[in-house]
């Protein structure tokens, strides 16, 4: 069974998993919101992992810089832990920027259940958070091909996507999207 | 729960899984032991997932050669997927030369219900089975470092280890390994 959007777009899980991958600026807000999902599938009682795309380049990427090259391949390392996870029947919530759409849609047909999330804060107000003081770095040349400042973010085309969310991500969060994954029955 | 040896040395998986770490020597027949355990826990209804040293290095350690620091850091992604696999229940064998002796320990360490399995055929052995076509490379020179000929295997000190196997793996696995493993009684 895959994961299908029905009615309401409900989001229904199987025992092969789902990969559901949030995309978005820096500091747009997607880790709190996939930790926000990840609560509630716990106490929904779901086996899901987050894969945080700050820890997997520490873990897997090390090497890895930020030219295209380089993050298409952090994007592929993600999707390889990703899939394993997934065919285990865990609800895999990928974050991370992944700023270019090719890739994004490598990842969707090599995996099957796979639900896009676009984050969608404005640049504006990602670099007023700066949660990680990266944009103010990025400002001040220090850091090269920061997505949004001076490498491109490409937003998704489909409209099919869930709604993206703006501002505060978790009062966002809670009416759009987390009642959606409450409903995911859960397969044993 | 950890995973023990009670009595006859009979292996117990739990809810949390398991890493089965294969090391030896390239050709020792580390693959193909870890496929013949994979597919009698398939039958037998376990969740499993094989981890090969020569596919993580594609897929996920693309840029890293055969120093021991980059060998080091091979190992620990592996274990990383490992681990994460591990927490979700599944039997995770891994099949890797990982050739260090601290670094086996490190993941021993870092992972709770850990099995070494030191496949232990012979250099002479393995050279003539050379499966990969690599030992006759590494004594003509072209591959530099590689393990058994100009780089050391340390093999594992503690008797406790599940017995090494020599000669053809299929044969005495069936007789030696195979049947414990069908002896890992099924949670759900």
């Not at 391949?73 to 990703?82: K, L």
């Not at 700066?130 to 949004?148: I, N, P, S, V």
Request: with cysteine.
């Amino acid at each position: 069974m895959e994961a299908r959007s029905r009615r309401n777009n409900l989001f229904f899980a199987s025992n092969e998993g789902l990969v559901v991958w949030f995309t978005g600026l820096s500091s747009s807000g997607k880790t709190t919101l996939s930790r926000a999902v990840y609560n509630l599938l716990m106490q929904a009682g779901h086996r899901a992992e987050i894969l945080d795309g700050d820890v997997i380049r520490r873990k897997l990427c090390r090497e890895l810089g930020f030219s295209k090259q380089d993050r298409d391949e952090n994007i592929r390392r993600i999707g390889f832990v990703a899939n394993v996870l997934k065919r285990h029947g865990v609800i895999v919530l990928v974050s991370a920027i992944s700023p270019y759409r090719e890739i994004r849609q490598e990842m969707r047909n090599r995996m099957g259940n796979f639900i896009e999330v676009y984050v969608n804060a404005p640049l504006s107000i990602c670099e007023e958070r700066d949660a990680k003081d990266l944009y103010r770095r990025a400002r001040a040349g220090e850091l090269k091909g920061f997505t949004g400042i001076d490498d491109p973010y490409e937003p998704p085309f489909s409209r099919k996507l869930p709604a993206a969310q703006i501002g505060n991500p978790l009062k966002r969060a809670r009416k759009r999207w987390l009642k959606r994954f409450m409903l995911i029955p859960i397969k044993r």
